[in-house]
């Protein structure tokens, strides 16, 4: 039998070798950067996200107390913002203070912020230092009042204890910064009180509950500052007559409790140097008054006799320190004295608070006897 006509029977059928074995390189390739591509955009659009989620503003709340301390950074501030609940992010936010050179100019002090506030306009009020007011006490020292006047005032409203607070005006300290109360001499244990005559007198505001020795370190402070409006070179006048700041500012307050008038001014304090010169007594009534240990309406002729170094009718030359605190015009007075031959004055006693000055004894009696009269015509013209 032939058997070369016949197809072997376990031969299988040859497979077509163009048919395709799978996707091309090309195609896997193309899907890869497609793949990568998108990957990368989805991480810049999250990232863009997470940026504009995070300085967009927070959610609107009631505003709220932060405080920028002195000496804080901005961008630990920024945590603080962030711990409040001022602004979403304080990581992005100190970026964007880098990114537009912002944070120092920002001041101290306390904020009131609200969740919901736009990130440039914190930025503006930092800058602006829009911080709360605190609050305040005020209160008024009138010109020539002694530092137990200023006590008593301070205590009636509540602001000190009164005898602590003389107790640490007498203390021999430094007061911070102030630079007046330094002439004020070691060696004078006859000071009656030690800073009377250097706490201006002035309206004051300062923080509510200031301590005592903050309300005297400012009005010690205000006195530098009133310093500093006189004329350039003030002191010459002073060197030039041989006295010290002390002795000044003890003949400005002498003149403050003496004359109301502010034309009368100069005309006491060059009364006053004259008399010094000559080695007089000064007899001035206010010294005495200060003597007292009160006050009185009247002088009588044995208050003139108290035992005080004050005392200007039994002392010669000046009294120990100040008697009061002088006003600037008093102070200015016993710089820039009236050069006169003057020796005496006294109180005209028509209401006017004028004096009437003389240049010998003779002539002052006659002012007393004219004083006298202006007195009782007064009365009789407010009888009618």
């Not at 506030?117 to 209160?139: H, Q, S, W, Y």
């Amino acid at each position: 039998m032939d058997r070369s006509d016949q197809q072997p029977v376990n031969e299988k059928p040859v497979k077509n070798r163009n048919r395709s074995a799978g996707p091309s390189r090309g195609r896997i390739t193309f899907w890869v950067i497609v793949s990568i591509l998108g990957f990368f955009i989805l991480l810049a659009a999250s990232a863009l996200f997470y940026v504009w989620n995070g300085l967009r503003p927070a959610s609107q709340g009631e505003a709220r107390q932060v405080e920028l301390k002195k000496g804080m950074s901005p961008f630990k501030f920024a945590e603080t913002l962030e711990a409040e609940g001022i602004i979403r992010d304080s990581f992005l936010f100190k970026y964007y203070l880098r990114l537009k050179d912002e944070g120092p100019r920002f001041q101290a002090g306390v904020y009131a912020l609200n969740p919901g506030m736009d990130k440039d306009t914190i930025i503006t009020v930092l800058n602006a230092g829009e911080t709360l007011k605190k609050e305040t006490i005020r209160f008024t020292i009138p010109e020539g009042f002694t530092i137990e006047q200023i006590a008593d005032t301070l205590s009636k409203a509540g602001y000190v204890d009164k005898e602590a607070f003389l107790k640490l005006a007498d203390t021999d300290r430094s007061w911070g910064d102030a630079e007046a109360a330094r002439g004020i001499p070691k060696d004078k244990p006859s000071l009656k009180h030690r800073l009377e005559g250097y706490l201006f007198p002035e309206t004051y505001e300062l923080e509510k509950d200031s301590q005592p020795e903050a309300i005297i370190i400012r009005m010690l402070m205000e006195l530098d500052h009133k310093l500093d409006s006189l004329p350039e070179n003030w002191e010459e006048p002073m060197l030039e007559r041989g006295i010290d700041f002390h002795a000044l500012m003890t003949i400005a307050s002498l003149v403050e409790r003496e004359v109301v008038v502010d034309e009368e001014r100069p005309i006491v304090a060059g009364i006053i140097y004259n008399r010094l010169d000559k080695g007089m007594p000064l007899q001035i009534d206010a010294s005495v008054q200060y003597a007292l240990p009160a006050p009185k309406e009247r002088l009588l002729e044995e208050d003139t006799k108290v035992d005080s170094p004050y005392n200007t009718y039994r002392v010669k030359g000046m009294p120990p320190g100040p008697i009061a605190s002088p006003s600037l015009k008093s102070i200015e007075a016993a710089l820039f004295p009236e050069d006169t031959d003057y020796l005496y004055y006294v109180t005209k006693k028509d209401g006017s608070h004028e004096h009437l000055f003389g240049r010998t004894l003779k002539e002052h009696n006659r002012n007393i006897a004219k004083s006298k009269e202006s007195a009782k015509q007064g009365g009789a013209n407010n009888g009618n």
